[in-house]
């Protein structure tokens, strides 16, 4: 006998956990194959490599011609300064051969949907779009580190956010949208999809090639004369050379030097010019001889102190080698040597000993000291204290506690604004 009860106020009546026919629905927005969407991604990834490309060449140029590679270097953005820094490699390996990987396997995944059928094509979208959101997230962490930790930008680091941003968004589209598309083998369907495909790859290697025939061809532009001021320029119109408004005035400016670091010019000036530089930065080499000008121009009524700001993690120990230099009366020197044979990714201990050796040091002797690392916390504090005073960039002149604005960073203007401050007029 079969009893039948109802059910009490205490029970749960199970009920269906999903709908089939709405997890299929679902289920079909990764499976067709949608032309214009999965053309469109496959497309985006193929700029995302020639942006990678690029900035790979650039990179290896030291970016003498700017980020972009067709200009003077921009003082809005500093590539190098973003490349070479902690944050530019994961795992020890450059970001920017992880950026041409990950547009490589989104490129070969666009690829793929065309030649295999239902099953395997929706397993690849879905991989495709963890891989897009993944990419998104660590374009995200880039741009923060850029924004808020370096004060620098690299056009080309952000062409690629931007791509990684679209791509993302694309494929955002087809999941919500679910536009038709085409079922099962593609190449059916539509014979010449795969070719072209091939097309837009050829294109793509085509112009790879290209960019990187011309710029191997291209000679390296010295950043010291990109830079550089003419030595007679003309007086610039009043109110042309300026400070920075974005930064406040220091008045403690002297705790940024001890009464026992080098200096030049005049020890009671009524001026004190303080120019920040790391050791590895182009835009400082090219600003190096300006300040000599500067320098050799105001010796009789200011004070200068070129004092190290380290930018990039590598520079940590060629500073300390500065330090180590300025023990024995080499400081200036070693600024000379260090920016004559700047390289890309800072000089190894070998090349310091040698540059020690050749002013006069004992290389043993200055490499124990530059290893027992006694500047470094000095180093550190100095950092923290100009990152908090809000200054992120190098090069940067101080005069009497103010910063002179980017633009006015010429012999000129630097001349005019000493001057100013020393009650001289211009």
Avoid at 159 to 185: D, F, K, N, W
Avoid at 230 to 255: F, I, K, M, N, Q
């Amino acid at each position: 006998m079969v009893i039948l009860r109802r059910a009490s106020a205490r029970e749960c009546l199970s009920e269906p956990l999903s709908n089939p026919a709405s997890m299929k629905i679902e289920k079909d927005r990764f499976t067709p194959y949608r032309p214009g969407l999965d053309r469109l991604i496959f497309g985006l990834a193929l700029f995302g490599i020639l942006v990678v490309v690029h900035l790979w060449l650039m990179s290896g140029r030291g970016f003498d011609r700017g980020c972009l590679g067709f200009s003077e270097p921009d003082p809005t953005f500093d590539c190098e300064a973003v490349v070479q820094s902690e944050a530019g490699q994961l795992f020890g390996i450059s970001n920017v051969v992880w950026g041409f990987l990950f547009y490589l396997l989104v490129a070969w995944m666009s690829a793929a949907v065309v030649l295999v059928n239902d099953p395997l094509r929706e397993r690849i979208k879905q991989a495709r779009a963890v891989l897009l959101a993944f990419g998104v997230i660590y374009s995200s962490y880039l741009v923060y580190v850029q924004y808020v930790q370096l004060g620098e930008y690299c056009l080309l680091c952000l062409m690629s956010a931007a791509t990684v941003l679209v791509l993302l968004l694309v494929q955002g589209y087809e999941l919500i949208r679910a536009p038709a598309g085409i079922h099962g083998l593609v190449r059916r369907a539509r014979p010449g999809e795969g070719r072209l495909y091939a097309g837009m790859a050829a294109v793509l290697l085509v112009v790879a090639i290209a960019d990187v025939a011309y710029f191997k061809t291209l000679p390296v532009a010295a950043p010291a004369a990109a830079l550089q001021a003419e030595p007679s320029p003309a007086a610039p119109e009043p109110g042309a050379c300026t400070y920075a408004d974005d930064l406040p005035p220091v008045s403690d400016y002297d705790r940024f030097f001890s009464q026992d670091d080098p200096y030049l010019g005049r020890s009671d000036a009524p001026v004190t010019v303080i120019e920040f530089f790391d050791l590895n930065c182009p835009h400082c080499r090219a600003m190096h001889p300006i300040m000599n000008e500067v320098i050799a121009a105001n010796g009789d009524r200011a004070r200068f102190y070129l004092i190290p700001y380290v930018v990039f993690p590598y520079s940590v120990m060629q500073t300390e080698a500065l330090y180590v230099a300025a023990e024995e009366g080499h400081y200036f020197e070693m600024i000379d040597a260090q920016f004559a044979h700047q390289r890309q990714g800072g000089l190894p201990m070998a090349d310091l000993r040698r540059l020690a050796s050749e002013l006069g040091m004992d290389p043993d002797r200055f490499q124990e000291r530059v290893e027992q690392g006694r500047h470094t916390e000095r180093i550190r504090r100095l950092r923290e204290d100009l990152r908090t005073l809000g200054l992120r960039g190098v090069p940067a002149v101080m005069i009497n506690g103010r910063v002179v604005d980017g633009a006015s960073r010429s012999v000129a203007c630097l001349n005019r604004l000493i001057a100013e401050a020393a009650g001289g007029g211009s």
